[in-house]
């Protein structure tokens, strides 16, 4: 019994960690994204291309999401904004984006 459970502990977190070496894939597709929207205009559509691609939904679904049109649209949005990932995932950026939330709404 102890060796199925020593196993299982083991598969699962070797399923983490291939989740999150597909989320950082996700991640490296969206900066390209955003680099091609800052230098050719195209970036949304691009990461659209991928996300609707069979390695893009493909890559999506391995990384724990799912491949669906919400999701292509949320990452057309994102790609819009223009953030990079880096940035957009730091604790400064988070911490700027609730301060502005709380003065719109003090607003």
Partial sequence: MRDFVDGTAFNNEQGNRARKLFAAVVLAALDDAIADDKKYGNGPEQIARWARSRDGREVLSCAGIDPNERVVNGLMEFVGKGIRTSV??????????NAAEQEARAA
Avoid: G, K, N, Y
Avoid at 91 to 96: A, Q
């Fill in 88 to 97: 957009a995932l730091s604790r400064e950026e988070s911490e700027r984006r």
